[in-house]
């Protein structure tokens, strides 16, 4: 049975067992990724709302520095150069993000002379107001004419390498133009679009105007602003996070300025790109944004991250586990299966296996049936077919009036001898006593006729008679096989000549035949009908029996010499009856109906 | 239940009708049946008597009824009746258990005799029975210890060993003794191994 276990685990089934694990394999994969990308998520965004307060607070802090420069210029309007220093010294160790500090004051174009040799005395090298020729020859030139300029006189800290920007006009440099004027018509900070440093790194100005408050004319006229002149600071976008800010590898942070599209890589501040490699599945796998505008009136910002998932989403331990306990659910599963499918077959195996018990015992039973049946058959042929049984048949049956007689006859003596007699018990016990002697003669008289050796001497006998006398002579067998015997004897005429031994012979075969055709008839239906009718000159004697019936291919052969269906018979009785019946000038015949047989035999009515 | 009856079973009914006449004559009570059935069924297994039983019969032969009243346990005694000349019958019905087989026509002597003697048998079955019940019912109310003085007393122990046997003292075991001789109504050892042998035959 071990082995048979065996063959089934692995024969068809191994690819069905596979096939349900990576099932149940798949299932808990999905699960347990879905919730570590929703983790995932979780933290995506905690970051992204770090990153971006972190921002925010540098741009506000922006926004301080520039508003402090703006009421220190307005608080102090002719600050000199080492105080400005100072101040800007403190703001930019304050803040690693604010690259410089650089004053850009109003310059008219009659004053421009003047202006650069003033300036050149302060710092101490010829200082010129010029241009930056970006396209084709990149280089510094003079500034030609204009109406008024606003070039670079101060930067703190002095950036070695920058300082050829002493002089910048920055109003005409096409950067800045535009955050220049603005600042200057509106009076509020504005931002630069960004560009790349000088140091690599990508940055932005902010500029705000100054203005000088020029004292009215007159008191109903307005005061008039003018701007006396610009102040910003560089803003060094790469310092806005620091390495500790960002330990998030797999995130990509995008700050742009909102004029541009984001896609516009002339308007990225901070274009950060995730350094975790790509995976090939990242397709399949949401990828998380987080955008949010930047709240600053002067620094239209644009704060995006992006998150792309990969390897980190798959937990080994937690996906071994996973795979184990599939892995279990499944042999789980399979065993299962298995015990429903043994115990299926071990209850057909075991229904089967009753039903074979059952035919057994049922053909067991048959066959012990039969053989009861064959015993019961030998016995009543053998019982039946010897003169010697037939003898012994008559002896019990006399047997019984004369156990009675004697019975009776001893009893009345005792009775005759009692204290009080009761006459009228005795009376009866005689009158008993007498019939059943009257009994035994008839027994006796019904042998002697039987047994009788005096030829055949033809006599006018009434066939009902016969009958009755033969019924007689098998009454102990009749009710030994529970038979009920019907008679209907036509009173009117019974007389035929005949020999009445033979006749007896004849009519005891046709009972006994009866009586052997019912053998297997059920006891309720064992039922034997004899009819006697006298018609014109002819009197019939019919014996119908409720038995087994007359086969087919047997009925022209009853009457042959030697054909029997008995195990044990001569088959000479219905040949002996025939001879003797047609020798008195009648038919004999045999067939069927829907209950058994029906024998006959015909005489012709004495005539007297 | 005690007033002795006789059971009469033959299909033939003027065997019937003069044998129990002839039963009766002799001041016995007889029942007749013209069917074995007819008879288990009304059958008490507390009534005395016997039963007289035609060994050949329509439908069911005398021997399956002794089968069956011996496979319920009964005691009635059977005395089988023949018209047959039945011999290897007879002898099976004997060591079945039969009190005795007759032959038809049956001699009125044999016939009283065997009924005299079944009666009898019976009677002393069930006054042993009924005894064996008392006597059982009085050792039943014996204790444990009791039980145990009178198994070792009837084997022939003295006291001494008795109580070594038990360890238990000498006296315990003499108040024992008499506690159980008294409530098996016995005054002698004699007649406690008589008593004991009387439910335990050999």
């Known amino acids: ?608 | 239940m005690l007033e002795p009856k006789v059971f009469l079973v033959d299909d033939d009914s003027a065997v019937r009708d003069a044998l129990s006449m002839l039963i009766n004559s002799v001041g016995l009570n007889v029942i007749t049946f013209n069917h074995p059935q007819k008879f288990l069924d009304a059958y008490n297994p507390k009534q005395v008597g016997c039963l007289i039983l035609d060994i050949r019969m329509p439908g069911i032969n005398g021997l399956s009824v002794q089968e069956i009243l011996n496979r319920n346990g009964n005691q009635i005694p059977i005395i089988f009746i023949t018209g047959h000349g039945d011999v290897s019958l007879c002898s099976n019905a004997f060591k079945a258990g039969a009190s005795d087989f007759l032959t038809k026509p049956i001699d009125e002597h044999q016939l009283l005799g065997s009924i005299q003697k079944a009666i009898q048998q019976n009677i002393s079955y069930h006054q042993k029975s009924s005894e064996t019940q008392e006597i059982q019912n009085k050792i039943d109310n014996l204790t444990q210890r009791e039980r145990e003085v009178m198994s070792l007393v009837v084997e022939g122990f003295p006291n001494k060993i008795i109580s070594k046997n038990l360890g238990i003292s000498t006296r315990t075991v003499e108040t024992h003794r008499a506690s159980l001789f008294e409530k098996l109504e016995v005054n002698s050892l004699a007649e406690l191994v008589k008593l004991q042998f009387t439910i335990t035959p050999l």
């Open chain 1, 1 to 608: 049975m071990q082995k048979l276990k065996g063959v089934r685990y692995l024969d068809l089934n191994i690819w069905i067992i596979l096939a349900i694990w990576l099932v149940i394999a798949a299932v808990a994969l999905v699960v347990q990724i879905s919730s570590e990308i929703n983790q995932q998520r979780d933290n995506f965004e905690k970051q992204s709302q770090t990153i971006f307060q972190l921002i925010q607070q540098r741009i506000d802090q922006n926004e301080t520095v520039i508003s402090g420069l703006d009421a220190l210029f307005n608080t102090f309007p002719n600050l000199k150069f080492d105080d400005i220093r100072s101040y800007a010294r403190e703001m930019l160790a304050l803040y690693p993000h604010i690259y410089t500090i650089e004053l850009q004051p109003r310059v008219e174009l009659s004053k421009v002379s003047n202006f650069e040799n003033i300036i050149s005395a302060k710092l101490n090298f010829p200082y010129t107001i010029k241009d930056f020729e970006f396209g084709g020859a990149r280089h510094w030139h003079p500034a030609p004419a204009r109406p008024f300029y606003y070039p670079i006189t101060f930067m703190e800290p002095p950036i070695e390498k920058a300082s050829p920007v002493f002089g910048l006009d920055v109003y005409a440099d096409s950067k800045f133009h535009e955050a220049m004027a603005k600042t200057i018509s509106t009076g509020k900070a504005a931002t630069s679009l960004p560009f790349d440093l000088v140091e690599n790194g990508r940055g932005y100005l902010i500029f705000e105007a100054i203005f000088s408050a020029t004292k009215p004319v007159s008191k109903n006229k307005p005061i008039i602003k003018q701007v006396k002149q610009v102040v910003s600071i560089l803003i060094d976008a790469d310092k806005f996070l620091s390495k500790e800010d960002m330990p998030y590898k797999n995130l990509s942070i995008h700050l742009y300025n909102r004029e541009f599209n984001r896609n516009n890589a002339n308007g990225n501040i901070i274009r950060v790109e995730s350094s975790s490699t790509p995976t090939f599945f990242a397709g399949l796998l949401p990828v998380f944004t987080f955008s949010r505008p930047i709240k600053s009136k002067s620094q239209p910002f644009e704060f995006e991250t992006q998150r792309k998932l990969g390897w980190e989403i798959i937990h080994i331990p937690s996906t071994i586990f996973v795979l184990l306990a599939s892995l279990t659910i499944t042999a789980l599963i399979v065993i299962i299966i298995n015990q429903r499918r043994i115990a299926r077959e071990s209850v057909n195996s075991a229904a089967n296996l009753l039903l074979i018990e059952k035919e057994r015992s049922l053909i067991r039973e048959t066959f012990e049936k039969q053989r009861r049946q064959h015993e019961a058959e030998l016995a009543h042929v053998a019982r039946l077919s010897t003169m010697g049984e037939m003898a012994s048949g008559i002896a019990h049956e006399l047997n019984q009036p004369l156990t009675a007689i004697l019975s009776y006859n001893q009893a009345c003596i005792r009775m005759f001898q009692e204290d009080q007699v009761d006459k009228d018990k005795i009376l009866q016990a005689m009158k008993s006593s007498a019939a059943q002697s009257k009994r035994a003669s008839q027994i006796i008289q019904q042998l002697r006729n039987f047994v009788s050796k005096k030829g055949n001497p033809l006599q006018t006998i009434e066939l009902n008679q016969i009958v009755l006398d033969v019924l007689i002579l098998v009454e102990n067998e009749l009710r030994e096989q529970q038979i009920k015997v019907k008679t209907d004897l036509d009173k009117s005429n019974s007389l035929v000549t005949a020999n009445r031994v033979q006749l007896e012979q004849v009519v005891l075969n046709l009972v006994l035949n009866a009586m052997e055709a019912m053998k297997d008839t059920l006891a309720e239906h064992k039922q034997l009908f004899i009819v006697t009718r006298a018609d014109n000159n002819v009197i019939s004697l019919s014996f119908q029996d409720h038995g087994q019936g007359i086969p087919a291919e047997n009925i022209d052969q009853l009457f042959n010499p030697f054909f029997t269906t008995k195990s044990n018979g001569m088959g000479l009785g219905l040949t002996i009856s025939q001879t003797i019946i047609e020798a008195y000038g009648g038919r004999i015949s045999a067939k069927n109906y829907s209950d058994g047989s029906i024998f006959m035999f015909t005489l012709p009515i004495a005539t007297v």
